[in-house]
Nanobody, 121 residues
Framework: VQLQASGGGSVQAGGSLRLSCAASGRTFRRYGMGWFRQAPGQERDFVAAISGSGGGTVYADSVKGRFTISRDNAKNTVYLQMNSLKPEDTAVYYC???????????????WGQGTLVTVSS
């Protein structure tokens, strides 16, 4: 599975962005998909994940209520809608594919290249 993330950019605090992650292959619906982020000098952290069918989602506490993960299996794409953005959301955002619905980096087999989100105060 090859993943291509897009949609990053610069936004003021309180604004919104939608990230997209396009996947190659005909088995997209078999994979749980996750979003992670990495701020400068910090570890890569879990943000959100969605099951292959889209029926299950999990979120990090720091984004719960502000971010929404979704997927369109017909388009082989997963999305991350980010609302009420804060400066602390500034990071490179990565999408990843796994065999289930997981929080840990180690459970993801495939990674996209990352897209930068910058939130200014």
């Amino acid at each position: 599975v090859q993943l291509q993330a897009s949609g990053g950019g610069s936004v003021q605090a309180g604004g919104s962005l939608r990230l997209s992650c396009a996947a190659s292959g005909r088995t997209f619906r078999r994979y749980g998909m996750g979003w992670f982020r990495q701020a400068p000098g910090q570890e890569r952290d879990f943000v959100a994940a969605i099951s292959g069918s889209g029926g299950g989602t999990v979120y990090a506490d720091s984004v719960k209520g502000r971010f929404t993960i979704s997927r369109d299996n017909a388009k082989n794409t997963v999305y991350l809608q980010m609302n009420s953005l804060k400066p602390e959301d500034t990071a490179v955002y990565y999408c990843a594919a796994s065999q289930g619905l997981y929080y840990s980096n180690n459970d993801y087999d495939y990674w996209g290249q990352g897209t930068l989100v910058t939130v200014s105060s």
